[in-house]
Protein backbone atom coordinates (compact mmCIF):
# COMPACT_ATOMS: atom_id res chain seq x y z
CA UNK A 1 0.00 0.00 0.00
CA UNK A 2 0.92 3.70 -0.18
CA UNK A 3 2.93 4.90 2.51
CA UNK A 4 3.42 8.74 3.33
CA UNK A 5 5.72 10.45 5.51
CA UNK A 6 5.09 14.03 6.38
CA UNK A 7 7.78 16.42 7.58
CA UNK A 8 8.83 20.30 7.97
CA UNK A 9 6.77 21.10 10.89
CA UNK A 10 7.54 23.07 14.03
CA UNK A 11 7.49 26.24 16.03
CA UNK A 12 6.74 29.43 14.22
CA UNK A 13 5.82 32.92 15.09
CA UNK A 14 2.77 34.63 14.23
CA UNK A 15 3.22 36.35 10.75
CA UNK A 16 5.96 33.74 10.05
CA UNK A 17 6.63 31.01 7.11
CA UNK A 18 6.43 26.80 6.84
CA UNK A 19 6.92 24.38 4.19
CA UNK A 20 5.51 21.07 4.83
CA UNK A 21 6.39 18.14 2.90
CA UNK A 22 4.68 15.17 2.19
CA UNK A 23 6.99 11.82 1.08
CA UNK A 24 4.73 8.57 -1.05
CA UNK A 25 5.92 5.45 -1.82
CA UNK A 26 5.28 3.58 -5.44
CA UNK A 27 5.53 4.47 -8.78
CA UNK A 28 1.71 5.79 -8.94
CA UNK A 29 2.25 8.89 -7.43
CA UNK A 30 1.50 11.00 -10.22
CA UNK A 31 -1.53 9.43 -10.92
CA UNK A 32 -2.88 10.29 -7.36
CA UNK A 33 -4.41 13.60 -6.11
CA UNK A 34 -2.89 14.53 -2.27
CA UNK A 35 -4.60 16.79 0.03
CA UNK A 36 -3.80 18.44 3.25
CA UNK A 37 -5.99 18.46 6.39
CA UNK A 38 -5.46 19.57 9.73
CA UNK A 39 -6.40 18.94 13.18
CA UNK A 40 -6.33 21.21 16.30
CA UNK A 41 -6.85 20.06 19.75
CA UNK A 42 -10.62 19.60 20.92
CA UNK A 43 -11.51 20.58 17.02
CA UNK A 44 -12.65 18.53 14.05
CA UNK A 45 -10.51 17.26 11.00
CA UNK A 46 -10.85 19.81 8.44
CA UNK A 47 -9.88 20.09 4.45
CA UNK A 48 -6.71 22.30 4.20
CA UNK A 49 -5.79 22.17 0.65
CA UNK A 50 -5.92 19.73 -2.53
CA UNK A 51 -3.89 19.40 -6.03
CA UNK A 52 -5.11 16.76 -8.59
CA UNK A 53 -2.75 14.57 -10.36
CA UNK A 54 -1.14 16.13 -12.42
CA UNK A 55 -0.88 19.50 -10.51
CA UNK A 56 -3.35 21.79 -12.83
CA UNK A 57 -5.99 22.13 -10.48
CA UNK A 58 -5.53 23.41 -6.63
CA UNK A 59 -8.35 23.66 -3.74
CA UNK A 60 -8.12 25.91 -0.71
CA UNK A 61 -9.95 26.29 2.37
CA UNK A 62 -10.95 29.83 2.69
CA UNK A 63 -9.22 30.00 6.00
CA UNK A 64 -6.18 29.64 3.88
CA UNK A 65 -6.58 30.87 0.70
CA UNK A 66 -4.28 33.01 -0.04
CA UNK A 67 -1.81 32.06 2.51
CA UNK A 68 -1.01 28.58 1.51
CA UNK A 69 0.21 26.84 -1.49
CA UNK A 70 0.10 22.95 -2.47
CA UNK A 71 2.40 22.48 -4.94
CA UNK A 72 3.69 19.11 -6.41
CA UNK A 73 7.03 17.31 -7.59
CA UNK A 74 5.68 13.76 -9.21
CA UNK A 75 9.75 13.24 -10.00
CA UNK A 76 10.20 13.37 -6.41
CA UNK A 77 7.06 11.57 -5.19
CA UNK A 78 6.19 14.94 -2.74
CA UNK A 79 3.79 16.97 -2.34
CA UNK A 80 4.69 20.67 -0.37
CA UNK A 81 2.12 23.02 1.97
CA UNK A 82 4.02 26.20 1.56
CA UNK A 83 2.37 28.20 4.57
CA UNK A 84 2.64 31.73 5.29
CA UNK A 85 1.39 34.71 7.21
CA UNK A 86 0.84 32.17 10.04
CA UNK A 87 -1.58 32.91 12.46
CA UNK A 88 -2.20 31.31 16.00
CA UNK A 89 -5.48 29.61 14.67
CA UNK A 90 -3.04 27.55 11.94
CA UNK A 91 -1.69 25.63 15.38
CA UNK A 92 -2.76 21.79 14.47
CA UNK A 93 -1.46 18.51 13.18
CA UNK A 94 -0.96 18.80 9.50
CA UNK A 95 -1.63 15.38 7.95
CA UNK A 96 -1.81 14.55 3.97
CA UNK A 97 -3.64 12.25 2.39
CA UNK A 98 -3.68 10.41 -1.37
CA UNK A 99 -6.50 10.01 -3.45
CA UNK A 100 -6.13 6.77 -6.19
CA UNK A 101 -8.84 8.88 -8.86
CA UNK A 102 -6.29 11.80 -9.11
CA UNK A 103 -9.16 14.45 -8.67
CA UNK A 104 -8.71 16.61 -5.64
CA UNK A 105 -11.23 16.55 -3.10
CA UNK A 106 -12.16 18.54 0.10
CA UNK A 107 -13.53 15.62 1.60
CA UNK A 108 -11.70 13.65 3.95
CA UNK A 109 -13.76 9.95 3.38
CA UNK A 110 -12.48 10.21 -0.53
CA UNK A 111 -9.23 9.80 0.56
CA UNK A 112 -7.78 6.04 0.02
CA UNK A 113 -4.04 6.95 2.39
CA UNK A 114 -2.84 8.95 4.86
CA UNK A 115 0.14 10.15 6.92
CA UNK A 116 0.67 10.35 10.63
CA UNK A 117 0.79 14.03 10.63
CA UNK A 118 3.25 16.70 11.57
CA UNK A 119 2.53 19.14 14.50
CA UNK A 120 2.58 22.88 13.68
CA UNK A 121 2.76 25.53 16.41
CA UNK A 122 2.16 29.56 15.62
CA UNK A 123 2.76 31.40 19.02
CA UNK A 124 1.43 35.14 18.95
Known amino acids: QVQLVESGGGLVQAGGFLRLSCAASGRTFSSYAMGWFRQAPGKEREFVAA????????YYADSVKGRFTISRDNAKNTVYLQMSSLQPDDTAVYSC?????????????????WGQGTQVTVSS
Open 51 to 58: INWSGGST
Open 97 to 113: AARASGLGSRDAVQYDY
